[in-house]
Each structure stands twice: as C-alpha cells, then as structure tokens.
C-alpha cells in the first residue's frame, strides 16, 4: 500500500465549476501538508501549505485537512481554463529541511 | 531572481552509458533535493544534500546511483551504467536554512534508448 493515495484522473470541469481534489494517507505521522501544481512538462510549483487539522484559504483556493480521517482536500473555486494541469499533494512528518512524500497526481482539465 | 536552474533540460543517452544532471539551487539557498518522476506517477524522493554532505540518500537505489553538492558549483545526480529503467524526469529543488518550503526546478528528461 502506497503512503499516500491520489486519484489520478483525468478530472474534466466545465469552466466556472468548484473542483474538490483529494489525497489520503496512511502515515499518521504527517503533519505538515502541501498542494502543488505541474503543468505539462515542467516542474511543480507549489500551491498551498498547511501544517495539521483545519482549513486555509488562498483565493480561488481551499486546502483542508482532517488527520482523524487521514484525508486533504483542495478546492478550486470559479475554475479557469488555466488551471488544467496536474495537481500533487505532499506531506511530510516533521518540519524542516526533509523529504517529501507525494501522491500520484490528479489530471485536471478545465473546459471552455 | 533565478529559481531553481537544472541542466541540460533533456539528455538521450544508450544502455550503459553514464548520465549526469546538474542542479544549481536558488540563491541562498544550501538545501538541494533530488526526486524522480515516472511516467504517469509522482515524484519519489531520491535524496536530500547540503554543501559537502548527504543527509538522507534513504530514496537513492543502492547501485549505480550517486549524487553530490561540492561547496563551490552545482550539485550532481550521477547515473552510471543506464538501464532503460532509468528513463524518468529528474526534479532537483532547494530550501533554505530554517525553512522547509521547497522550490523545483524544470526538470531533465533522461531517456534511456
């Protein structure tokens, strides 16, 4: 069983829609928690960052993470085409310089 | 500013040859990371360096695989002996002292013929 667990699509929405992204993990030691973007041959940037339970809100953009479930969500709201890429969650288990554990990745195209 | 710099952004070698992939952190920035991407897979981590050592080659494959950050120049992922199995994109990133955001490079496209 994989660490992390991500759907990896391909996730198609019409533009305008609410787009619910998620990832699971088996690791309860996970505590610091990222959402990154990769667009089409290049590298990943990242998106959100949000360290235990709760909510954080960046414009068009949700991350949640409920660790009793063991599962993160990032929501896209008001959806643009420019946001079809790849979206990867990553965690890790202590702060610092350290590794990364990363999910598969979620294709997501938004339509015209 | 630069980010992240990776050379050379695609590089074909034959089976046995030896691969080298050259990261250049951002400025001021001592932490580099090597991670590997399959196709159609997340990027796995390969392993983490300061200038001068390695600190967690825990992703690394035992043979074959070696990796470097001398403390003037980029840091080296060096892949001796390519096996088809190795054709992957390679993503270097970099943190900074005290903080735990890491910043990506663009990648080299190692293929394997």
């Known amino acids: 069983q994989k660490e992390v667990e991500q759907d990896p699509g391909p996730l198609s929405v019409p533009e305008g829609a609410i787009v619910s992204l998620n990832c699971t993990y088996s690791?309860?030691?996970?505590?610091?928690f990222m959402w990154y973007r990769q667009y089409s041959r290049k590298g990943p940037e990242l998106l959100m960052y949000t360290y235990s339970s709760g909510n954080k809100e960046d414009g068009r953009f949700t991350a949640q993470v409920d660790k009793s479930s063991k599962y993160i969500s990032l929501f896209i709201r008001d959806s643009q085409p420019s946001d079809s890429a790849t979206y990867l969650c990553?965690?890790?288990?202590?702060?610092?310089?350290?590794?990364?554990?990363f999910g598969q990745g979620t294709r997501l195209t938004i339509n015209p | 500013n630069a980010g992240v710099m990776q050379n050379p952004r695609h590089l074909v070698r034959r089976r046995g040859q030896e691969a080298r992939l050259r990261c250049s952190p951002m400025?001021?920035?001592?932490?580099v990371y090597w991670y590997r991407q399959l196709p159609e897979e997340g990027l796995k981590f390969m392993v983490y360096?300061?200038?001068?050592?390695?600190?967690?080659e825990s992703g690394m494959p035992k043979e074959r695989f070696s990796a470097e950050f001398p403390k003037e120049g980029p840091s080296i992922l060096r892949i001796q002996q390519v096996v088809r199995g190795d054709s992957a994109a390679y993503f270097c990133?970099?943190?900074?002292?005290?903080?735990?955001?890491?910043?990506f490079g663009p990648g080299t496209r190692l293929t394997v013929l």
């Open positions: 690791n309860s030691a996970f505590q610091y």
């Open positions: 990553a965690m890790s288990a202590n702060w610092g310089a350290q590794k990364l554990v």
């Open positions: 360096l300061q200038k001068e050592n390695i600190i967690d």
């Open positions: 400025k001021g920035h001592s932490h």
């Open positions: 990133a970099s943190s900074a002292q005290g903080t735990d955001t890491q910043y």
